[in-house]
């Protein structure tokens, strides 16, 4: 079993080693590991994020690990039988993991070297370590020896397992370069502004109006984030278009860059979840290349496809109306992070992320809904996917101590390309109270609200709503994300004291 176990890292190790060198971003773990991802059920990947959060892919890699190692030790257990037997479990190992890198998007020949390497470092390994083993078992008068150097030959190929996982990820990051690239580029027309002082009320505890490009929320269905040089990237637009157009980054840039601050949302956060953020995004407007494409009659949606293969159809009449639906080069006045799409996504303001917004976007398909399916709807969620009235309380925290009498709540509320007319706030189902806004720009961000009001001692429920200004008030009846989004008042608990 042990000597399965050795073999197996090993043959992780070199086919792990194989990919960063050949700079293949889909490992054969990783790619299974995105395959299981896109064949699971909508409901169980729901319930993925909602338990772990961000935290739901590395659980994932770490669960088909531990299988690994169990599958490892079977196969060094067969070995006592007949030779065949582990050959077989490596090969089936080997088939699953080929599989998974050829089903990734655009996968060819060098994308099976690493699992070859894999099952070829497997079957040696695990054979020379099973050579030494029968030897020992043959001469029982050199049986101390034996084991000393099974034991030797077992360190050195772990230390070399390791070694050569770590000097892979070292050269194949060194021929990446992207993150160098993404830190030294400068983009026409891209400009760097704080957020406007009338969008802050000033209240401790409060998100910040404009996020951080470190704290932004992150949700994507990418193991290994897609690696980019902006030379080697290119948007093909096509399907029901009177033109075909393929663009380079370069060619990309040198358009009219439009600057917005627009507010994104998941459709998996919960009522007062924090998947939600604002930033000054940078980009071209897809209205304008879709124009210049010329978009067939019967159109209705546009598929758009990461370099990972996520795909969403997302509504054409959106991305071509007067909002600054975008494809995105930088976030908060610099390019965007690796994390969040570099060198280029898309941004649509007023609908949710998993039906507009594609990370390393590198096509996108004029088509109709009829033949058209993303990754998300294919698994039950809502076409269309506009976003809802939302807020949020953010000061005090439920559960929060606080001093009876003047209390100040605090929060964030949205509904992008519609916009927040009014907040209200009400404490233990007595009257709502009108909530102080903070400024904004447009209807595409959130906005801060701020109240402060008579608290007596005692413990009190508080919760918060939002009135859009086209006359919607945010529903009070409770619903889970699935299919198009959670509903709900936020809702928190404090004692006063």
Not at 355 to 380: N, R
Request: charge should be negative; proline fraction near 5%; include cysteine.
């Amino acid at each position: 079993m042990l000597a399965g176990v050795l073999a197996g890292l090993a043959g992780l190790a070199t086919s792990y080693a194989t990919a960063m060198v050949l700079t293949i971003r889909e490992s054969p773990v990783v790619a299974v590991a995105e395959l299981v991802i896109r064949l699971a059920p909508g409901a169980v990947a729901e319930r993925a994020i909602t338990i772990l959060g961000t935290a739901d892919k590395p659980a994932l890699v770490v669960g088909i690990l531990v299988l690994l190692l169990a599958c490892f030790a079977w196969a060094g257990s067969m070995a006592r039988g007949s030779w065949w037997r582990p050959v077989l479990v490596w090969v089936v190992l080997a088939g699953i993991g080929l599989g998974a890198v050829m089903a990734q998007r655009n996968a060819g020949v060098v994308d099976a070297l690493p699992v070859l390497v894999g099952l070829m470092t497997w079957v040696a390994v695990h054979s020379a370590l099973v050579d030494a083993l029968r030897r020992q078992q043959r001469r029982p008068d050199l049986e101390s020896h034996e084991r000393r150097v099974f034991l030797m030959v077992a360190g050195a190929i772990s230390v070399a397992s390791v070694a050569i996982a770590v000097a892979g990820r070292f050269v194949g990051a060194g021929r990446r370069h992207v993150e160098v690239s993404r830190r030294l580029l400068r983009i026409p027309g891209v400009t760097r502004r704080t957020a406007p002082a009338a969008t802050s009320l000033g209240v401790a505890g409060i998100a910040p109006w404009q996020t951080p490009n470190e704290d932004f929320y992150q949700i994507d269905t990418a193991i290994a984030l897609p690696t980019i040089e902006p030379d080697d990237w290119s948007l093909r637009i096509h399907g029901m278009v009177d033109r075909e157009l393929v663009l380079g980054y370069s060619e990309l840039v040198a358009r009219q860059v439009t600057e917005s601050w627009i507010t994104l949302s998941c459709v998996s956060n919960e009522v007062g979840g924090g998947l939600v953020g604002n930033a000054r995004w940078s980009g071209v407007r897809l209205a304008d290349l879709l124009a210049e494409a010329g978009v067939g009659a019967g159109a209705d949606c546009v598929l758009q496809t990461s370099h990972d293969g996520w795909t969403c159809a997302t509504p054409l009449e959106v991305l071509t109306d007067d909002r600054d639906a975008m494809l995105a080069v930088a976030m908060n006045g610099r390019p965007l992070p690796i994390e969040h799409g570099f060198p280029v996504r898309t941004i649509v303001p007023g609908l949710y992320g998993y039906v507009s917004a594609t990370k390393w976007v590198v096509d996108l398909e004029v088509s109709t809904f009829a033949e058209s399916m993303g990754y998300w709807t294919d698994k039950g969620w809502s076409a269309l996917g506009p976003v809802k009235i939302a807020s949020r309380i953010d000061v005090p925290r439920s559960g929060d101590d606080v001093e009876a009498g003047e209390v100040t709540f605090g929060g964030v509320a949205w509904h992008q390309h519609t916009g927040i007319e009014a907040v209200e706030v009400q404490v233990d189902g007595g009257a709502w109270e009108r909530a102080e806004l903070g400024e904004v720009p447009s209807v595409d961000t959130w906005v801060q609200w701020a109240v402060t009001l008579d608290v007596p001692e005692g413990d009190h429920e508080v919760r918060v709503r939002a009135i859009g200004l086209d006359g919607e008030t945010q529903s009070s009846v409770r619903r889970a994300p699935d299919p198009d989004g959670a509903t709900g008042l936020h809702t928190i608990e404090i004692s006063a004291g």
